[in-house]
């Protein structure tokens, strides 16, 4: 199957300062790629669909100035968390397919803490 | 928008066993169907996907239907093992990728 990857698997930061998150689509090009949030015993969230070369989709409920997605090119999604909050702190999964068949494939995952 | 719900929320059942975890949506251009399997910790894997023009697929001890006039699909796992315990979700999709998962199901498989 295809392969996509995050970076970074962890990371823990304070309160009010912004973290990026990346997602590689590593032997595919993806002209779309899905951001989820995932919380502690729950299901996977969309967040926003990151379209190449244009502006992110954003899910009803999700602000799109704090979660600000980037996607510069055919392999790169990035997902910047600006000011986070503790009640920020979840897992970020990403997720891409190589063709328009709906397949998708999960980056590893990032669990973000904000302290 | 598309609503996927999912029951039950968790199932326990004896090595051997069957496991059966059952899936409705709302949006009839749904057209894809996938399960995914998580482990604590770990990626969503897909174990088994399902498109409209089909009513059933099977993979050895994994199989899913299909009834797209009642808009449900359900998994089927027969011979349950102790490492297929996780926690399994379903999803609804039109054919660009976007997924709606359902809430999850906590399988559990008792030695």
């Known amino acids: 199957g295809a392969v996509v990857s995050q970076h970074p698997s962890r990371v823990i930061c304070k309160s009010g300062t912004s973290v990026k998150i990346e997602c590689r689509s590593l032997?595919?090009?993806?002209?779309?790629m899905f951001w989820y949030r995932q919380f502690p015993k729950q299901s996977l969230m969309l967040m926003a669909t990151s379209n190449e070369g244009s502006k992110a989709t954003y899910e009803q409920g999700v602000e799109k100035d704090k979660f600000l997605i980037n996607h510069a090119s055919l392999t790169l999604s990035t997902l910047t968390v600006t000011s986070a909050h503790p009640e920020d702190s979840s897992f970020y999964i990403c997720?891409?397919?190589?063709?328009?068949?709906?397949?998708?494939?999960f980056g590893p995952g990032t669990r973000l803490t904000v302290l | 928008g598309e609503n996927v719900e999912q029951h039950p929320s968790t199932l326990s059942v004896q090595e051997g066993d069957s496991a059966v975890i059952k899936c409705t949506y709302s949006d009839s251009a749904s057209n894809y169907f996938p399960w995914y399997k998580q482990e604590l910790g770990k990626r969503p894997q897909l174990i088994i996907d399902?498109?409209?023009?089909?009513g059933e697929k099977k993979d050895q001890r994994i199989a899913v239907t299909l009834n797209k006039t009642a808009k449900h699909f359900s998994l089927h796992i027969t011979e349950t093992q102790p490492e297929d315990s996780a926690v399994y979700f379903c999803?609804?999709?039109?054919?660009?990728?976007?997924?709606?998962f359902g809430q999850g199901t906590i399988l559990t498989v008792h030695p």
């Open positions: 999803a609804a999709s039109l054919s660009y990728g976007k997924l709606t």
């Open positions: 997720s891409a397919g190589p063709g328009s068949t709906g397949e998708q494939f």
């Open positions: 032997d595919f090009q993806a002209t779309t």
């Open positions: 399902i498109r409209s023009n089909v």
